[in-house]
């Protein structure tokens, strides 16, 4: 079920065809500065940002986002966290970098 104001999306459509709308994937390196993992986007139906290697914990927020701001994520290899919002998000490491990669369903 979609939150309010926003369409279900998936990657499948009904009996196979594709559905209305299009994904974008891709990867950022984010350090110890606030490092911008994807900009707004008035189209965007869902983000899926994922910590590849969980080696740093990575928070994530809004521009200016820091280790004591951000939304914590699991500090595991894969973990997932997904917004329903069309907002920039950024992310930080308390220390070294990281790879994050996201997937942005767009209507």
Known sequence: MAEPGYPEVGFAGAAGTAPAGSFS???????????????????????IVINQLGAN?????????????????????????????????????AGSTTPVSYIEEVL
Request: charged letters at 5%; glycine letters at 16%; hydrophobic letters at 45%.
């Open 25 to 47: 994937t891709g990867q950022v390196t984010v350090g110890t500065a606030a490092t911008l993992i994807v900009a707004d986007n008035p189209n965007r139906a869902r983000l």
């Open 57 to 93: 914990n990575l928070f994530l927020g809004g521009v200016g986002v820091t280790i004591t701001t951000g939304a914590g994520t699991a500090n595991t290899a894969g973990s997932q966290t997904v917004f329903l919002h069309r907002a920039a998000v950024y992310g930080v490491v």
